[in-house]
């Protein structure tokens, strides 16, 4: 009663939403392994996937063809989805995240479903991840990396060119 009113004017006006924010949500394909883990963990079944095996020949001589998956489609319904983010959660490649972009209203609930070009296309909206906590503790993979680039040159073997590393033998024309 005593406080004014914080009523936001949009669409004149648009809200200033906190950056990770629900709004929607955007596929990065290239890291799907079509596990299915997200489809079967949301409890609105509103994730459609669909896709076929393929085989791959052996790498090497004697070696055994695999198969993999290859995913055909992949759509999120957003008329059914309650934004709890168990998808995202639970996905174990990186391959879903929260976009705060939240201007998609339809006048035909059908459209409401995002296939999965729509949602590529929701990734360019995708905040990058805040940077480290500089008092947390180093991630094992920056560590690994780190370890490996201090790690000093091996010491140099006889009948091996000075300065070339691991002993290379001659240098070839136009090599540096
Ligand atoms: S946010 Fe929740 S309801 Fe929406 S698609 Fe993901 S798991 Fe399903
Ligand atoms: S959980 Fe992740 S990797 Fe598995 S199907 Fe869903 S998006 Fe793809």
């Known amino acids: ?38 489809a079967r963990e949301c409890p609105d079944w509103c994730i459609y996937i669909d896709s076929h095996k393929e085989t791959v020949p052996a790498t090497t001589p004697g070696g055994r063809e695999r198969s993999r998956n290859v995913l055909d489609r992949f759509a999120i319904d957003f008329a059914l989805c309650m934004y709890c983010g168990i998808c995202i959660e639970v996905c174990p490649f990186d391959a879903l995240f929260w976009s705060p972009e939240f201007e998609y209203a339809e006048e035909d609930i059908l459209d409401l479903t995002h296939e999965r070009d729509r949602l590529r296309e929701w990734m360019w909206t995708v905040p990058v991840p805040p940077a480290l906590d500089p008092a947390g503790e180093e991630p094992k993979e920056v560590a690994a990396a780190r370890k490996a680039a201090e790690r000093p040159d091996p010491p140099e073997q006889p009948g091996t060119e000075p300065g070339r590393p691991g002993g290379r033998g001659p240098r070839r024309e136009g090599e540096a």
């Open 1 to 38: 009663m005593t406080r004014r009113s914080v009523t936001d004017q949009y669409p004149d006006a648009l809200p200033e939403l906190p950056p990770r924010s629900r709004g929607v949500i955007g596929l990065f394909e290239e890291n799907c392994t079509v596990c299915m883990l997200c």
